[in-house]
């Protein structure tokens, strides 16, 4: 079973950043990928970013120039870097971890919310 523990939400200005982390733990898999994946209220929970293992990369359009995702394999640990935040992200922020042995495994969520 893989667990993961996600970090880093909170409250930023518009245009401000923040940067968020999530450790994977348990049965990692040598092929995976993880990502992250948004959800506001009323609305279906959406792709944010991936990344496999291998570093192979895929970002909502909403998100591309502004967000950067990288992972620490040593560490199972995957990134978000999130740049010129405007109020559209606001949205609890999920973590995924999925490989060829299981369904997609979620983080508990951490609140991003932007405002003044």
């Known amino acids: 079973q893989v667990q993961l523990v996600e970090s880093g939400g909170g409250l930023v200005q518009p245009g401000g950043s923040l940067r968020l982390s999530c450790a994977a733990s348990g049965s990692i898999a040598s092929s995976n990928i993880m990502g992250w994946y948004r959800q506001a209220p009323g609305l279906q929970r959406a792709l944010v970013a991936t990344i496999t293992r291998g570093g192979s990369i895929n970002y909502a359009d909403s998100v591309k120039g502004r967000f950067t995702i990288s992972r620490d394999n040593a560490e199972n640990t995957v990134y978000l870097q999130m740049n010129n935040l405007k109020p559209e992200d606001t949205a609890v922020y999920y973590c995924?971890?999925?490989?060829?042995?299981?369904?997609?495994?979620w983080g508990q969520g951490t609140q991003v919310t932007v405002s003044l």
């Open positions: 995924s971890y999925k490989d060829y042995r299981q369904l997609s495994i």
